[in-house]
C-alpha cells in the first residue's frame, strides 16, 4: 500500500499546508460549512437512510391505516354514528402513529456514534438536530396528513373537510415531532426507552391533540376552523423556539 | 513547527464511586503524539473523552492553546477529530456517501479529495459498496479516510489499529506520521505500540486501575 499523502512528500511544502489549513479552521474557513448547510446535509441524509431503510418508513403508516381501520369494525359500520368520533379517531391515531416513530429518531445516531461526532463537529448541535427533527416531520408527519383525510372520508368525512383536515394534522404533527425530540433526547440513553418516552412527551402532546382534534371536528363539520389551527401553529412555533435547545441539552447530557 | 498544544493538568474525574482518572497531567505540543497504554479499565477511553469535551473533569482542567477548551468549545471542536471504537458508518450508505455526510458536516469535500483519501486507505475498489458487506477493517479503513478529510489539527484515537491487518496497521502509523510531520497533534490509545516513526515526538503515558 502507498504511503504517498494527497499533499506531497515535501516536509515543508505539508507544514504550511496544514498550517494554513488549521489557521482556516480556526477563522471559520474557506471550506468550512455554515450551519444551515450542515443542517441541510443531514435532512439530505437522513431522508436516503430512511429510503433505504423502507420497514422503519412504513410502520407509523401502517399503524394509522390498522387503527382507523378497526374503529368502523368495532363500533359500527354506520356512517352516522362514526362521523361524530371521526376527527378523535384520526387525532389518537395520528398521535400514537408519532410516538410510534419517535424512539428511532435518535436512538440509532447515539448507538453509532454519529451523535458523538455531531457534537464534536464545531457545529451547533440544535441546528443539526433541529434538521434531524425536520426530517422526522417529512417522513412520518408528513405522510399522516396526507393519509388522515382517506381515514377521515372512511369515517364519514365529508370531501370538503379534505383541506381542514391535512392542514390541523399536517400543523400539529410538527408540534408533536418538536416535544418529542426533547423526550427523545432525554430517553436516549436508556434501553426499551418507548414506554418513558410515551410517558414523559404523552401529557406535553395533550395541548396539540386537543386544539388537532378541534380543528379537524369542526372542518368535518363544515365550520370556521381557523381559532384552533391558529392555536395548533402557536404550539409548534414555540416548540420550534425551544425544542431544538432543549433536545441538544438532552443529548448533550446523555453523550457524557 | 506550531503554536499548537494541549494539556492537561491535574485532571480527575469519577464514575460513580470509581476514581477513573486521578490527577492525569499530560502536555503534547505541534508534531507530538502522545500513546497512551493501561489495562481495560484504566481510563483510556475516559481520558480521550475528557480530553475532546464530552466528558467533564471534576477536578483540573483540559487546555487547548493555553484556553480553557470550555471557554469556547465549538472552537475547541473545530480543530479535532476523535475518532471512537466503533467508526459512526451507516450500514445502508456506501462508504463513500457516508465520508461525504460524515465530513461534509464540517467542511465542503470536493469528489477529488474523496477519492484520493479512499485510495490512500485502500478503498477504490470497495468505496461504492454498502458499508453493511463490508469487513470491520475496510470499515476501519474507511474512518481513517475520514481522518485525513477533516484536515484538523488534533488527533484523538481511540484503539485506532482495532480489526485492521498488518498492513493497516502501517497505514495508521504512517497517517499519524504525516499528521505530525504537518504540525499535528495526535493522542492514541493503544494496547500495541503505534508504528510511528517519528523519534522524538512520541510520548508515553500508561494508565493504570485504581
Given at each position: 500500500m502507498s504511503n504517498s499523502g494527497a499533499i506531497g512528500q515535501d516536509p515543508a511544502a505539508r507544514v504550511r499546508a496544514h498550517e494554513t489549513s488549521a489557521a482556516r479552521t480556526r477563522n471559520g474557513g474557506e471550506s468550512s460549512v455554515s450551519a444551515l448547510t450542515a443542517a441541510r446535509l443531514i435532512l439530505a441524509r437522513d431522508l436516503k437512510l430512511a429510503f433505504r431503510k423502507r420497514s422503519q418508513l412504513v410502520q407509523p403508516l401502517a399503524f394509522f391505516a390498522i387503527v382507523t381501520t378497526l374503529f368502523p369494525l368495532g363500533v359500527s359500520p354506520e356512517l352516522s354514528r362514526l362521523r361524530p368520533m371521526a376527527a378523535g379517531v384520526v387525532w389518537a391515531a395520528a398521535l400514537l402513529s408519532s410516538l410510534l416513530a419517535l424512539e428511532l429518531l435518535f436512538r440509532d445516531d447515539a448507538q453509532d456514534g454519529t451523535l458523538e461526532q455531531y457534537a464534536l463537529s464545531g457545529r451547533s448541535l440544535t441546528w443539526l438536530l433541529a434538521a434531524k427533527t425536520a426530517a422526522h416531520w417529512l417522513l412520518t408527519g408528513l405522510p399522516l396528513a396526507l393519509m388522515a383525510p382517506l381515514a377521515g372520508m372512511a369515517l364519514g368525512a365529508p370531501p370538503a373537510a379534505v383541506p381542514g383536515i391535512i392542514a390541523s394534522v399536517a400543523v400539529g404533527t410538527v408540534a408533536l415531532s418538536l416535544i418529542g425530540s426533547i423526550g427523545a433526547g432525554l430517553t436516549l440513553?436508556?434501553?426499551?426507552s418507548g414506554a418513558l418516552l410515551s410517558l414523559l412527551t404523552l401529557p406535553l402532546e395533550i395541548p396539540v391533540l386537543i386544539f388537532g382534534a378541534r380543528a379537524t371536528e369542526l372542518a368535518i363539520g363544515g365550520a370556521a376552523y381557523g381559532v384552533p389551527l391558529q392555536l395548533l401553529a402557536a404550539l409548534a412555533v414555540l416548540g420550534l423556539t425551544l425544542a431544538p435547545l432543549a433536545a441538544s441539552a438532552a443529548v448533550r447530557i446523555n453523550l457524557e | 513547527m506550531s503554536d499548537f498544544c494541549l494539556k492537561g493538568e491535574n485532571v480527575h474525574l469519577w464514575r460513580g464511586d470509581h476514581h477513573v482518572l486521578r490527577g492525569v497531567r499530560f502536555q503534547v505540543g505541534g508534531g507530538e503524539c502522545l500513546q497512551l497504554t493501561g489495562a481495560n479499565g484504566a481510563g483510556k477511553t475516559t481520558l480521550l473523552r475528557t480530553a475532546c469535551g464530552l466528558a467533564y473533569p471534576e477536578g483540573g482542567e483540559i487546555t487547548w492553546c493555553g484556553e480553557n477548551i470550555r471557554k469556547d468549545l465549538h472552537a475547541f471542536h473545530a480543530q479535532l477529530a476523535y475518532l471512537g471504537h466503533e467508526p459512526p458508518l451507516k450500514a445502508e450508505l456506501t462508504a463513500r456517501e457516508n465520508l461525504l455526510y460524515w465530513v461534509g458536516v464540517r467542511r465542503r469535500v470536493e469528489q477529488q479529495e474523496l477519492d484520493q483519501a479512499l485510495e490512500r486507505v485502500?478503498?477504490?475498489?470497495?468505496?461504492?459498496?454498502?458499508?453493511?458487506?463490508?469487513?470491520a477493517g475496510q470499515k476501519r479503513r474507511a474512518a481513517l479516510a475520514a481522518l485525513t478529510l477533516m484536515r484538523v489539527p488534533l488527533w484523538l484515537l481511540d484503539?485506532?489499529?482495532?480489526?485492521?491487518d498488518a498492513e493497516g496497521q502501517k497505514l495508521v502509523g504512517a497517517l499519524i506520521d504525516e499528521h505530525l510531520q504537518d504540525g499535528g497533534i495526535a493522542v492514541a490509545a493503544v494496547h500495541h505500540e503505534l508504528a510511528v516513526s517519528v523519534a522524538n515526538g512520541l510520548q508515553r503515558m500508561e494508565l493504570t486501575v485504581e
Open positions: 440513553g436508556i434501553r426499551r | 485502500g478503498g477504490d475498489t470497495w468505496s461504492d459498496r454498502p458499508v453493511r458487506t463490508l469487513s484503539e485506532p489499529t482495532t480489526n485492521l
